[in-house]
């Protein structure tokens, strides 16, 4: 094989990163640089904002939502090869790919048991509720 055969794929790559470093130096040099806390404090989605006190973390339910999305996501990356070739890989295609979902079924409901889907008191213990209602309490009367 001709590497110039590899040409349009360099060229390609090339004009994608000379297109990345140009966006990302016009951006910078034609911005304005104004901060406020608005543009400084972390996003959170889909909550309420809440503002932590310096060297308090945000609790580790977003970043295992955030790890299971990937998992799961992940999935439909394995699927997809496999629903465009679904004929020619026959019986064997099939079967494979029925043990993969699944081992991809039983890990959701793994994860489903363990709590890792609960965001609400119902999937929370009775000592965790009371705690986490005392703490709003106490955070009312201090504030």
């Known amino acids: 094989m001709e590497l110039s055969q590899y040409l349009p794929i360099v060229l390609l790559a090339a004009l994608a990163l000379l297109f990345a470093v ?3 130096a016009a951006s910078a040099l034609l911005r304005p ?13 889909g909550i309420e904002p809440e ?9 580790v339910k977003f ?7 990937i998992i799961f996501d992940i999935e439909t990356i394995f699927l997809f090869p496999w ?5 020619q890989l026959g019986l064997f295609g099939l079967v494979e ?3 993969f979902i699944g081992l991809v079924f039983v890990a959701y409901v793994y994860v489903w048991k363990a709590g ?11 000592d965790e509720v009371q705690a986490a209602a005392t703490e709003e309490r106490e955070l009312a009367h201090a504030g």
Do not use: H, I
């Not at 503002?51 to 609790?59: A, C, D, Q």
């Not at 970043?63 to 999305?69: C, I």
């Open 22 to 24: 140009l966006s990302l």
């Open 83 to 87: 629903a465009v070739q679904f004929r």
């Open 97 to 99: 790919m029925a043990v």
């Open 116 to 126: 890792g889907l609960d965001w609400g008191t119902e999937g929370r213990g009775r």
């Open 51 to 59: 503002r932590l006190p310096s060297g308090e973390r945000f609790s």
């Open 33 to 45: 640089n104004r901060p406020t806390p608005a543009k400084l404090a972390p996003y959170e989605c």
């Open 63 to 69: 970043y295992v939502v955030a790890m299971l999305f």
